[in-house]
């Protein structure tokens, strides 16, 4: 709406379910938005080389790239846009974006690059966590599952110090005291869903940061 990019989209995906809900879900909602693809297909699970792909969505015009891609395939298709040299404005990745090692492998050019996942790392405890973290592997986590476990971890130490070492009472605790304060903010319950999460990040500065929703 502020034609900083025009209404052309790529979208490649694995072919496999993880690749196809994703697709099925997001695809009417991009055209409810207004976006045409220019490119939409699916790559076999495994592939070796997807410069054909990235070839494509070069020569397509579009100004936005999506790819619902596992970990090889995600470091596969950064490392191959930047020997094609295409840098579209929106470069959007899909597992694996998240990880530390991701940001390590393609150094600068991972800025701005965007993903599935996120997390705030200025979030309270955030920090601390990130410093025992790396002092007990050697190495920083992943800026999604990795906060989000240990979150889960944090809300069933609490309800057990609300109720003690009952199962049955701490299930319930868990699923109507809500909410639990962790490093990923407030978890709330209460509807058995963890409604208020990331789902998409972006590199910003060397780190992997929630973006979107901004609710």
């Known amino acids: 709406s502020e034609n900083k990019i025009n209404n052309k989209i790529v979208m490649l995906s694995i072919a496999d379910q993880f690749g196809a809900e994703f697709t099925s879900g997001v695809t009417p909602i991009l055209q409810s938005a207004g976006f045409e693809f220019a490119l939409r297909k699916s790559y076999p699970a495994g592939s070796a080389d997807l410069t054909n792909e990235i070839k494509e969505a070069k020569a397509s015009g579009a100004d936005s790239f999506v790819a619902y891609s596992y970990p090889p395939d995600t470091f596969m298709l950064s490392n191959t846009a930047v020997t094609q040299g295409y840098n579209p404005k929106v470069f959007h990745v ?10 390590a492998v393609m150094k600068e050019k ?7 996942g996120g997390w705030d790392p200025k979030a309270p405890g955030a920090e601390d966590y990130l410093k025992r973290l790396v002092a007990l592997t050697n190495q920083p986590g992943d800026a999604w599952a990795a906060p989000v476990t240990y979150a889960s971890l944090q809300v069933l130490e609490q309800a ?25 903010g407030p978890i709330d319950l209460k509807t058995h869903v963890r409604g208020k999460q990331w789902s998409v990040g972006q590199w910003q500065r060397g780190e992997f940061v929630g973006v979107a929703p901004g609710d």
């Open 94 to 103: 899909g597992v694996g974006t998240a990880f530390a090692r991701y940001g």
């Open 110 to 116: 991972a800025e701005g690059v965007m993903g599935i």
């Open 160 to 184: 057990i110090e609300k109720v003690g070492l009952d199962r049955k009472k701490a299930l319930d605790a868990i699923a109507n005291s809500g909410p639990y304060q962790t490093i990923v």
